[in-house]
């Protein structure tokens, strides 16, 4: 890799660690934000939604012509986005501005990666690096992301709780947090603004029907998409915030110890990542997705069996540290079973797709959680839907290679 190429590398890297710090930032008091200026639960839930389904809408259409349109283009337009989507948050409490804000831009009310970023981003990574060091590169990029994103958290949290231990409303300390995250928006633009044109596709889609900015990989996009959907249907079940819900009731487990409790396991999780790079060297990207998640997944079934607090979070912890080593192995596999003018379209479709498999899953687990004989169902629904995922991706993709692989 020449200067330019390895210039473009820490960019892509930095954008993803403001970027993720900011989401984390503004996560902790978006909602608390919002209702200080008078919005109802309803109408903040009725916000969320339309965040997500926008981000799900404007994402699939950024992120699938962005190999044709330009992808330093697409990544500029979506920083543009995030910083008028903040903008419009700090500035007004108007229900409809504010919901016309959440789907046109780029807001994150959970801390996770939301808009077209991503998926560019990593079809730009694949452009610069061998095959080789592909899987590697992003196990790094999404171990950045998660510290930073737990960096932003802790950072939002306490900025706002010291502004007002020091004479300011719990509004004007809330709108710092605002503001602070449009600056990320502004920053993430001048950057993007420096990447080379190494970062664009190879190749050319004018003479190629498309779908989806797809053309010869379609049907493995749509395989792939609609095993991902149902596994993060399954993640859907058991996202953070209701496992919180669970310890709370069944072990009587305040908020701190709660929040101490995911810090770690979000941290173990992003160290996971990298422990993958190796397997995936050894046995393969398919043999490495599988093998590790299977593990996970028992172990989450196992968690609601535990007879004792210390052996529950035991137990999560350690699925915990595991769990994400298929992360950087599925990106790095959606990107190499592809052509390189495709990738950007591959990751924003299979992307969509876990984002909209995930969005049905979490009111099934607000039915089970409020009957006593289900209180345990979501665990055990996740972890064997999961296993089922893993065997039909088994099943399906252990004959198709990535490159690096086939040349072995």
């Known amino acids: 890799m020449n200067n330019r190429q390895n210039k473009d590398i820490a960019l892509l890297f930095a954008t993803r660690i403001i970027r993720l710090f900011c989401y984390g930032f503004l996560s902790v008091i978006l909602a608390l934000y919002l209702a200080e200026t008078g919005l109802t639960e309803s109408q903040i839930g009725l916000l969320f939604t339309f965040t997500l389904a926008g981000d799900a809408g404007i994402s699939l259409w950024l992120t699938t012509s962005a190999d044709r349109f ?4 697409t990544l500029i337009l979506g920083a543009l986005l995030m910083l008028g989507a903040g903008i419009v948050f700090l500035l007004t409490d108007n229900i409809l501005f504010l919901i016309a804000a959440a789907i046109i831009g780029v807001i994150s009310p959970s801390g996770n990666e939301i808009g077209p970023f991503l998926s560019v981003e990593q079809a730009g990574l694949s452009q610069l690096i061998p095959n080789e060091k592909r899987t590697k590169t992003f196990a790094w990029y999404n171990l950045a992301g998660s510290f930073a994103t737990a960096t932003g958290a802790l950072s939002g949290g306490w900025l706002a709780q010291s502004l007002h231990a020091n004479g300011w409303t719990q509004l004007e300390a809330y709108r710092v947090i605002l503001m602070g995250y449009a600056i990320g928006g502004f920053l993430l633009a001048i950057l993007f603004l420096r990447l080379s044109p190494a970062i664009e596709t190879i190749q050319t889609q004018a003479e190629v029907k498309t779908t989806f900015g797809l053309h010869r990989s379609q049907k493995v996009v749509l395989k792939l998409s609609a095993l991902f959907a149902l596994d993060a ?44 790079v190796k397997l995936a060297e050894k046995f393969g990207l398919i043999n490495t997705m599988v093998f590790t998640h299977i593990p996970s997944n028992i172990l989450l079934i196992l968690v609601p069996l535990m007879p004792s607090l210390p052996l529950a979070i035991g ?21 190499a079973v592809v052509a390189p003018d495709e990738r950007s379209a591959a990751s924003g479709v299979t992307s969509i797709a876990r984002s909209v498999g995930a969005s049905l899953s979490p009111a099934l687990t607000g039915i089970f959680l409020s009957l006593p004989l289900l209180f345990n169902a979501p665990f055990f629904l996740s972890g064997g839907l999961k296993i089922v995922y893993d065997l039909l991706l088994y099943r399906e993709f252990r004959s198709v290679k990535p490159p690096e692989e086939s040349r072995k």
């Open 315 to 335: 137990l999560l912890l350690l699925r915990f540290s595991i769990s994400q080593m298929d992360v950087p192995t599925r990106q790095s596999y959606t990107m």
């Open 233 to 276: 249907f399954a993640g859907g079940l058991i996202v953070q915030s209701m496992i919180a819900y669970w310890f709370h009731v069944k072990f009587g487990v305040d908020s701190g110890i709660l929040g101490s409790i995911f810090f770690g396991a979000n941290i173990l999780a992003g160290v996971s990542a990298l422990l993958a």
């Open 70 to 73: 330009g992808r330093k283009r």
